[in-house]
Nanobody, 128 residues
């Protein structure tokens, strides 16, 4: 069982930056895939970014095309945290952002990842 608490959202002007953080409970979190989704008003929840652990101890990262080169996902296993650094924000990035985690992750198509554990969400608003 994993519990996630995400934070860091806020109001920022277009072109600005925000950093989201997610703290997880659970001693095996380092072995979990973790990441971020977002849901804009009137739209379905969509995949943003994820990181997963491999047997070789390497962490792989995945991004939605819409955020590549602007967002960076990172994790600190010692602190059980996963973060999302968001730069060059655009008004279309406005959404509620959710941290997510699951023991399993399919790298075939990261956008179809369906994690079992979710944070409560944090609002990101980008003004034009």
């Amino acid at each position: 069982q994993v519990q996630l608490v995400d934070s860091g959202g806020g109001l920022v002007q277009a072109g600005g930056s925000l950093r989201l953080s997610c703290v997880a409970s659970g001693r095996t979190f380092s072995r979990y895939a973790s990441g971020w989704f977002r849901q804009a008003p009137g739209k379905e929840r969509e995949f943003v970014a994820a990181t997963r652990w491999s047997e070789g101890g390497v962490y792989y990262v995945y991004y939605a095309d819409s955020v590549k080169a602007r967002f960076t996902i990172s994790r600190d296993n010692a602190k059980n945290t996963v973060s999302l650094q968001m730069n060059s924000l655009k008004p279309e990035d406005t959404a509620i952002y959710y941290c997510a985690a699951d023991p399993f992750f399919s790298s075939t198509d990261a956008s179809t990842w369906s994690p079992a554990y979710w944070g409560q969400g944090t609002q990101v608003t980008v003004s034009s």
